[in-house]
């Protein structure tokens, strides 16, 4: 699904990203962990073709970004996006912002509608499809914004620190809403320095310092098993 090869990132002089070779295969599930400023948002960014890497390959789902003319359209398409700085709109409904990405991508009014219900429903907030994010808390925006990230169903979701500002079991929800869209199919990668996850044995962990990859430990088993203690 994704092949970066000696992918680098420099802001002005500081180095972002540094010599990053990275494969994820579909239905995979990764966390990008590390210290602040190591660079996970960074390569998330690279990922969804938001920043252009200085140098290297990125390759996502068969296409390689550095060439594609028209990424952002090909692009919003085949992935959904859970990052900060992709606010919610406060002057329209929750449907509305969780339609969107539907809309952009001219499916028909009433199939928007009935799929964002659905995916309002996925994360826990059905029925409050006419209230304005503003009447929702700070983890059911959160969740919002998931559903408005997975109502098209993409094959890549990224997301960036999805449980910040949340306590241990809204995070530990959330985390697992994520990980079901593997079990549908979809490759997912989160940015999270957030120790709450799932079972560890269901996650791959990759590591950043310093924007290169320090650790790169495989999930040992894709569905849950029994741990050592619990066995
Ligand atoms: P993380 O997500 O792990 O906290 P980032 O990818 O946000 O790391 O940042 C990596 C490095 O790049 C940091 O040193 C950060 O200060 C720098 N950086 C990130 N975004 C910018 C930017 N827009 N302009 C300048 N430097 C940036």
Redesign the pocket.
Known sequence: MIELEGVAHR??A?T?LDGIDLDVGAGEFVVLG?P???????LLRVMAGLVRPTAGRVVVSGQDLARERRAAPWLRQRIGLLFQELALLEDRSAIDNVRLPLDIAGVPGRTARERASAALARVDLAGRERLRPAQFSGGERQRLALARAIVHGPALLLADEPTARMDAASALAVFELLHAQCGAGATVLI?SHDPTTIDDVRVRHVR?ERGRIVEDRAATCPARVARPAEA
């Open positions: 802001y002005g500081a972002a590390g602040s400023g190591a660079g996970k948002s960074t940015a950043l």
